[in-house]
């Protein structure tokens, strides 16, 4: 993204310049002013990057400004100017009492300033004379501004903040993509990690992680700890130093050494009182001592994601003790100096063609490996939607720009005689429309004020309705670079409403203007412009609408969708069984029947239990089956698919899953029956072909076990935007076997529906399985309605804020067509009154007028048609169960605008239809 | 063209501008990065002050546009030389300024190490 905002920025200073230079030095040095301007932007951008460039733009637009209104005053015929060396005052400082744009220090500012003060104080005169106005801009525009900087200091922060790591953008990962694969491989074989690290001449700092969740016991209470194991050159690459103590040595990637952590700075404050004396002492992670060597600094990220400690990634033997071997990890790299992420690349693709004499790495890598710079995989996602969110916000504020332009053209019309005295007088027009100018940026700058209040409590507000994917959302701020974005877009602003009624406004006949000093007098080409601002407001405020429109009526979709579950009065946590305390089959069952024993005396609870996953929990451990009597698959495609769920008898009835046929897992008589399993409705869809599923056999991967179905129960959505999968529910009695043959990992939910609000029986719930193991950690205790409506964070994100703006935009559409329509009836009492005199019935009157509004909105909203079926394909990733180009929804949102506009009507037709014909034609 | 006066100060831009021509024709970016590397950022001229004082300048006769030097690196960039009389206000205002600086030595005002200390801040 380096200089690819040049061509906007250069031309937005050449317009600038050429909008406000004397015409004499903008022929003869304008355009050399734009490539220096272009010069000077490129070098800010490439000594301190965006800030650098941010920087420059504002000195230069600032120092345009100054210079502008100096060279203008200097040839503005009211003041002489000499035209010798000797009196002129920007050769020699001869001329005292006139500003010196090129002077320095405390001189040139109160020059500049007492002239600014001038020019201020006729601006400010203009803004008090006429406070309702004043106001009224004021709090529109606020409103805008604000939004748009509330946004963008999310935008700058997410997107546009080089990341905090050095040479951030020299940091890429590596990825695998299939041609056949829209989504790469992620994590890559540590075969091939090892291979790349040590051939790999373009790459320096070979690293990768694993997350590995753990429990950590021996403090206060036992934890659960988001743990990563790192290679040792991790953090040096990502810049991270530790607070205390040091990093990891290369030498502790090696198997058999001390176990050791680092922790991080919270939890190091969280649990250890942020004990200055920490290193040295040790700390038990899933059972296993591990000594702390260092704490790492309080500012460092993880890549983005939540990191308590981490531990050095042993890439020889096993993961931890008792873990499984470790196959493939996340793969990072920084390109050297000297190298693009292009020629990196090729290398290391010829590289990987030599590899694939490993028939591992053959049959592993048949795609190509990509280096994808770290930015894009962390917010390269979001891009799109961030954008989307700062394009509505931009809308809002043009529907105000739009709103207050037409304000300003009925005050313009208020004002002719006092432009026209002036322009006697030898005001030049473009002096004119520069102190108009003036006024509008002295409101807009005002407004900006207002706004970055606003925008404060606006970006708290976004930080608590982000959803957890937003990465940095925490460090959102205003900072500098953000309050510049803000003042140039007031700029802008006062620009964007000021230009066209400045220029409407001194933009007539003198002499007509002048003698023809009747009160009705607006042009027709005034309110030609009105019209024309009132349809675009209409256009863009739609498009905006029918936007939020979609994302409203997908979300609603959403939450109406049967999940196949009952989600109320549920209430569910989680809980760890380290594999060092809880190894054997048989202390896993003994736990989970005391637990239930326990949680079903609770008078809250009415039914209780356990899985190894949850509905909208986001992980599932599933695999192929094979259905006795079915013939052998012939390719690995043909194999029969399905999530595997092991679960306690009570989970059908705590969720509210109907058996829909045969018996459940519970009973005395399953004891007897023990390979026995319920399966769902889709899995007999699709692997039964609706043939009867009870009574046959199932065997599961690839087990010799044949295990019989004995029910049939309700498909469970995963989340609710996605569909049910074909499962099989299995015994909890199994656990302990499927920990062992790592088809599950140690954690299990305990779901339990509850009499009353199951938010007062979850404490209970966690009391007794503290009382069965104060050392397990119980977290996440939610009820099921909380992890629905977490699940749909996302969309209601952006539900909220597009219904928020479009909701603002809407708000103005309707000021703004009363405004043009209650003006356009004040304009026309004569008119009217010579009708009604002529015999028009006020039903006649009152059609002219809704007529007219009416032919405007249909206008405004055809534009907006075409402009939303052009911009809500952007939204089609947050979409459910619904086009973009929904008919529905763009029906309803036309019908609420042409409502919207019916009722601005209203007054101002009211007020046409009781004109008296007497008083109308004695105004004449 | 009258001879400008010696007593009048130039102001900094200017003079600064002159500074740099004194040796060498130079394009407009030059220019600026002459005068922020010898000022050490102290004077950093912006594109439009720059070019306000290259067009006085030029008018007022002290500064000539010329072709560029053999070797310029774009075409499209704009030399400037010091013309005689601009030569001459700039000896006038280097001259002034000694004076200016010795009549603060002498009164004590900052240390008479005149050699060493060229008036400019060294941090």
């Not at chain 1, 709103?403 to 027009?429: F, P, Q, V």
Request: aromatic share 6%.
């Amino acid at each position: 993204m380096r200089p690819a905002a040049l061509p906007f920025v250069a031309q937005l200073y050449a317009a600038l310049s050429a909008l406000l230079l004397p015409a004499a030095l903008r022929r003869a040095y304008g355009a050399s002013m734009v490539d220096l301007f272009a010069d000077l932007y490129r070098e800010g951008w490439s000594t301190r990057g965006w800030r650098g460039g941010v920087r420059v733009v504002g000195r230069e637009m600032a120092s345009l400004l100054r210079t502008a209104w100096y060279e203008r005053r200097k040839v503005s015929p009211s003041r002489p100017t000499g035209g010798s060396v000797d009196t002129d005052p920007a050769v020699t400082r001869a001329g005292r009492g006139f500003p010196d744009p090129d002077a320095t220090g405390p001189r040139r500012r109160r020059a500049v300033l007492s002239g600014l003060l001038d020019d201020g104080r006729e601006a400010f005169r203009a803004i008090v004379r006429n406070p309702a106005m004043s106001i009224a801009v004021v709090v529109i525009l606020a409103v805008g501004i604000g939004a748009n900087t509330a946004i963008f200091s999310v935008l700058n922060t997410v997107l546009l903040r080089p990341l905090p790591y050095p040479d951030a953008d020299r940091i890429v990962q590596v990825l695998e993509f299939r041609d056949d694969r829209p989504e790469p491989r992620i994590t890559q074989r540590v075969e091939l990690f090892r291979a790349v690290r040590e051939r790999a001449e373009t790459l320096d700092a070979v690293s990768g992680y694993v997350a590995q969740l753990m429990n950590m016991t021996g403090v206060d209470e036992p934890v659960r700890v988001d743990g990563w194991a790192v290679t040792a050159s991790m953090f040096p690459m990502l810049g991270a130093s530790p607070a205390l103590g040091r990093v990891f040595s290369v030498d502790e990637e090696m198997a058999g050494t001390e176990p050791v952590v680092v922790l991080s700075h919270a939890l190091w404050q969280q649990h250890f009182g942020g004990d200055p004396e920490i290193v040295g002492r040790s700390v038990k992670l899933d059972g296993t001592i591990h000594t702390i060597v260092g704490v790492l600094q309080a500012d460092f990220d993880f890549l983005g994601q939540k990191a308590d400690l981490w531990t050095p990634l042993v890439l020889s033997a096993t993961r931890r003790e008792g873990g499984r071997p470790l196959r493939s990890l996340h793969m990072f790299a920084r390109l050297r100096d000297d190298t693009s992420a292009a020629s990196a690349e090729a290398e290391l693709n010829a590289g990987l063609d030599a590899l694939r004499e490993n028939p591992l790495i053959d049959a592993l890598y048949p795609g190509r490996l990509r280096l994808v710079p770290l930015k894009e995989r962390l917010v390269g996602g979001l891009r799109t939607e961030l954008w989307m969110l700062q394009g509505a916000v931009a809308l809002v504020l043009l529907i105000a720009c739009s709103n207050i332009a037409n304000l300003l053209l009925g005050r313009g019309a208020a004002r002719r005689k006092e432009i026209a005295m002036r322009t006697a007088l030898g005001c030049s027009r473009r002096r004119l429309v520069g102190q108009l100018l003036i006024e509008s940026s002295m409101l807009a700058l005002l407004a900006a004020a207002v706004g970055v209040l606003l925008a404060l409590w606006g970006a708290r507000a976004l930080i608590e309705l982000s959803p957890d994917d937003v990465p940095r959302m925490e460090s959102i701020g205003l900072d500098p670079d953000v309050l510049l974005f803000t003042v140039l877009v007031a700029l802008g602003t006062g620009l964007g409403f000021g230009l066209a009624p400045a220029l409407r406004a001194t933009g007539f006949k003198l002499q007509e203007a002048l003698s023809f000093a009747s009160s009705t007098g607006t042009s027709l080409g005034q309110r030609r412009l009105g019209n024309a601002l009132v349809v675009s407001q209409i256009a863009l405020a739609l498009t905006l609408a029918i936007g939020a429109g979609l994302v409203a009526n997908s979300l609603t979709r959403l939450l109406w969708v049967d999940p196949g579950y009952d989600p109320d009065n549920v209430a569910t946590l989680q809980i760890d069984l380290p594999s060092s305390r809880y190894g054997s089959g048989e202390l896993h069952a003994a736990f989970y029947d005391r637990l239930l024993a326990r949680v079903g005396e609770l008078a809250e609870v009415e039914a209780a239990g356990v899985a190894n996953t949850l509905p909208l929990f986001g992980a599932y451990m599933g695999g192929g089956f094979g259905i006795e009597g079915d013939p052998e698959p012939l390719s690995d495609e043909e194999v029969p698919m399905a999530s595997f769920s092991l679960i306690s008898p009570g989970y059908f009835e705590a969720l509210g899953i109907p058996l829909l046929r045969g018996n459940g897992l519970g009973g005395e008589a399953a004891r007897d029956r023990l390979p026995a399993v319920v399966v769902n409705q889709a899995l007999v869809d699709v692997y039964f072909s609706g043939r009867e599923a009870i009574g046959r056999r199932l065997r599961l991967g690839g087990d010799t076990e044949l295990l019989e179905i004995v029910g049939v129960v309700g498909n469970v959505r995963r989340a609710l935007a996605g569909d049910a999968e074909p499962t099989v529910y299995i015994s909890h009695r199994r656990m302990p076997e499927f920990l062992e043959s790592k088809r599950m990992l140690s954690f299990i939910f305990l779901v339990a529906r509850t009499a009353g609000d199951p938010r007062t029986a979850l404490p209970q719930i966690r009391d007794v399985a503290a009382a069965i193991d104060p050392e397990l950690p119980v977290y996440d205790l939610l009820t099921m309605q909380q992890r629905t409506w977490a699940s749909v964070a996302r969309e209601r994100f952006y539900a909220t804020l597009l219904g928020l703006f479009s909701s603002v935009a809407l708000l103005l559409v309707a000021a703004g067509i009363y405004g043009v329509i209650a003006y356009y009836v004040s304009q026309r009492i004569p008119e009217i009154g010579v009708r009604v005199a002529l015999g028009a019935a006020p039903g006649d009157v009152f059609r002219l007028v809704v007529g007219r509004g009416m032919l405007l909105t249909a206008s405004g909203i055809g534009f907006g048609i075409v402009g939303a079926l052009a911009a809500t394909r952007l939204l089609s990733g947050l979409l459910f169960a619904i086009t973009p180009t929904d008919p529905a929804t763009f029906v309803a949102v036309v019908g609420l605008f042409a409502a919207v506009a019916a009722l601005a009507l209203w007054q101002p037709a009211h007020r046409a239809m009781r004109v008296d014909p007497m008083v109308a034609l004695r105004r004449e | 063209m009258k001879k400008p006066m010696p007593q009048s100060p130039l102001t900094v831009p200017v003079y600064q501008i002159l500074l740099t021509l004194a040796d060498q024709d130079l394009h407009g970016y030059a220019i600026i990065q002459d005068i922020r590397e010898r000022t050490r950022g102290e004077v950093d001229l912006t594109a439009s002050t720059l070019y306000a004082a290259v067009a006085r300048m030029v008018k007022a006769g002290m500064i000539v546009e010329v072709e560029g030097a053999d070797g310029a690196d774009d075409p499209r960039r704009r030399y400037y030389r010091i013309k005689p009389a601009g030569r001459e206000l700039l000896e006038a205002e280097a001259l002034r300024l000694e004076r200016s600086a010795q009549m603060a030595r002498d009164k004590n005002v900052i240390p008479a190490m005149a050699a060493t200390r060229s008036g400019g801040k060294r941090s």
